[in-house]
């Protein structure tokens, strides 16, 4: 399926990121936390495939299973006793239950950024904020960019060693350290002559220079309004839920969350909606679609 909310206008893309991020790094209830891994993990695989399901499954899980028991060797804080250690520390359950709700929190951090880095590109990020921070948007692009870039670099000098037998699979250790370091010289050679020629590039395009005007495509126009007033209006419903504590909920000294209520569902109902957006776009969209198709 294609993906209908990378299309929309940068200051959507943006804007949507900023709130998600924020809203599942500072709500710490349970089902708030539930919600949002389980829409940006699906978010995730239907941006990037299988490949993203096995990230989930292989190392995204572990991680949630090591962090969730880390917390508890280390925090002690709760009423509820279940056991005392070794060490002649308790065991709470509080401690454990926060240790589920931290890592659950940094998974699904972890899930929309990589959800962010496949929807704003470079030129989007250029494009929001090339006038504002130039300096600082071209570093940050920059950086991003190179990541990806250096690791499929480092396959190509890999593999080509390999064909001739100086990889780090060939030969003694001493051998294969050799090889190694050959291949960390080469890299580091095309990383400094990979940034000479950039900055060659940029400055005969005349970068930086007092009036310069950059090409874009994006247009604002009424699909992105309507996105916009969308994120903002149920954004702005789920602050006010914040600032009500709808969605209250401690860990220490013992578990307690504001009790249900209309007003608190109704929040939670507008976080779910609010995480959902970039799917029920997609899903909008490929019905559009099939149904044009299908009137041809």
């Not at 490949?51 to 280390?74: D, G, S, W």
């Not at 090409?215 to 600032?243: K, N, T």
Request: charged fraction near 15%; aromatic fraction near 14%; charge should be positive.
């Amino acid at each position: 399926m294609r993906d209908a909310f990378s299309s929309y206008h940068p200051v959507v893309n943006f804007s949507y990121f900023a709130l998600v991020l924020s809203f599942s790094m500072i709500l710490m209830h349970p089902v708030c936390l539930g919600i949002s891994i389980m829409f940006a993990c699906a978010y995730s695989i239907q941006l990037n495939g299988k490949r993203a399901m096995k990230f989930n499954l292989f190392y995204m899980l572990p991680m949630l299973v090591v962090t969730a028991l880390i917390n508890p060797a280390f925090n002690h804080e709760g009423v509820t006793i279940l056991l005392y250690l070794h060490s002649g520390n308790p065991l709470t359950l509080e401690s454990i239950t926060y240790g589920i709700a931290a890592a659950t929190m940094f998974i699904a951090v972890i899930c929309w950024f990589s959800c962010y880095n496949a929807v704003m590109t470079s030129d989007k990020f250029i494009y929001l904020f090339g006038r504002v921070i130039p300096a600082l948007s071209l570093v940050l692009s920059m950086v991003l960019r190179f990541v990806p870039k250096f690791k499929a670099q480092f396959t190509v000098v890999s593999e080509a060693q390999r064909c001739i037998g100086r990889d780090v699979r060939n030969g003694s250790v001493l051998a294969r350290i050799r090889h190694g370091i050959r291949i960390l010289s080469i890299m580091t050679t095309w990383m400094l002559e990979n940034s000479i020629e950039t900055a060659a590039s940029m400055r005969s395009r005349g970068y930086g220079l007092k009036g310069r005007t950059a090409f874009s495509l994006y247009q604002f126009d009424r699909r992105d309004r309507a996105a916009l007033l969308v994120i903002s209006i149920i954004g702005s419903y789920i602050l006010v839920g914040m600032y009500a504590k709808a969605m209250y909920y401690r860990y220490f000294p013992s578990m307690r969350g504001v009790e249900l209520s209309v007003f608190s569902v109704s929040v939670f109902a507008a976080f779910a909606a609010f995480c959902a957006i970039p799917l029920v776009i997609n899903v909008r969209e490929d019905l559009r679609w099939k149904h044009s198709q299908s009137s041809i």
